[in-house]
């Protein structure tokens, strides 16, 4: 990553970068080949805790590479991921969720030939009625009935926060884009996460549903959730992170605040270009 300079919002070493709380994400040098191919190259960052951290970058900077390596999904060439102050390097995506560090896709996974009941209700991990002697021993099955009957509680609560519930009872293959990603995040949710990890979000969501997602990332930061976000949309970015980490070739081109960011010249000429101040 480049060296510190007194140029706003330059990217500077993660240990340089004043943090004024927990850090539960941090990034160290992170590299990914594929073949002659880096998509990640040497990439450092840091995310606080109870932020909305933004991730951005053109097209090939790097970033869903990025947080394939921070969830598993990929194994990093050479670098470190910490979670929690934990190295989660190279862990399978189930033992991340596990550790609270949970992602949602640029296009959302349900299952669905499912309800969104039943797609939340799949959701939480640690479940005792996934337990095959639990589900056939008449005694033990009361404890699998109360199990379900308080994580039904909490799916209900889950659709109201979400404002899902009228669509609680539809297969979750006939709803609409925005509808899917709100269950998405939803689903993310049942399985009580410290961070989640957001991928392009919003993308092809109308804009009544835009809004009501962003109100949703606003009402769990504001209990205590950290967010880091990848979207395309700049005024998104701009308008609802506190600070933001500009990826180009790779690497970390620069990181800072949203006004700091959207000025400097070098973000400017390898992706913003012209917007207004």
């Known amino acids: 990553m480049s ?20 850090v539960p994400l941090r990034v160290e040098n992170l590299r990914k080949t594929f073949g ?10 840091a995310v606080e805790a109870g ?7 053109p097209n090939g900077a790097g970033k869903s590479t990025t947080f394939n390596c921070i969830t598993g999904a990929h194994t990093p060439d050479s670098g470190t991921v910490t979670f929690q102050g934990e190295d989660i390097t190279g862990r399978r995506p189930d033992q991340i969720a596990t550790e609270g560090l949970v992602r949602t896709f640029q296009i959302a996974r ?13 959701a939480p991990q640690g479940q005792i009625g996934e337990q ?33 519930d009228h669509i609680a009872h539809d297969e979750a293959g006939t709803l609409s884009g925005g509808q899917r990603k709100l269950l998405e995040m939803a689903r ?7 961070m989640l990890l957001l991928d392009e979000p919003l993308a ?15 009402d769990l930061r504001e209990q205590g959730y950290t967010f880091l976000l990848v979207e395309h949309d700049m005024d998104v970015i701009m308008e609802n992170c506190e600070h933001v980490i500009v990826m180009h070739q790779g690497s970390v081109l620069a990181e800072g605040e949203p006004s700091m960011v959207k000025n400097n010249d070098r973000v400017i000429e390898a992706y913003l270009g012209e917007i207004d101040v």
């Open 51 to 57: 932020s909305l951290t933004g991730l951005i970058g």
């Open 132 to 164: 095959l002697w639990r589900s056939v021993t008449p005694g033990a099955r009361v404890e699998v009935i109360e199990q379900e009957r308080e994580l039904r509680e909490r799916v209900w609560e889950t659709v109201d926060f979400f404002e899902i």
């Open 204 to 218: 092809g969501v109308n804009p009544t549903l835009e809004e009501k997602l962003l109100e949703r990332i606003h």
């Open 110 to 122: 349900e299952l669905e030939e499912m309800t969104v009941l039943e797609n939340l209700m799949l």
């Open 36 to 45: 002659g191919i880096v998509a990640v190259d040497d990439a450092s960052f």
């Open 3 to 22: 060296d510190a300079t007194t140029e706003p919002a330059e990217a500077a070493p993660e240990s340089e970068r004043s943090l004024s709380g927990d």
């Open 188 to 194: 993310a949710m049942m399985t009580e996460p410290d």
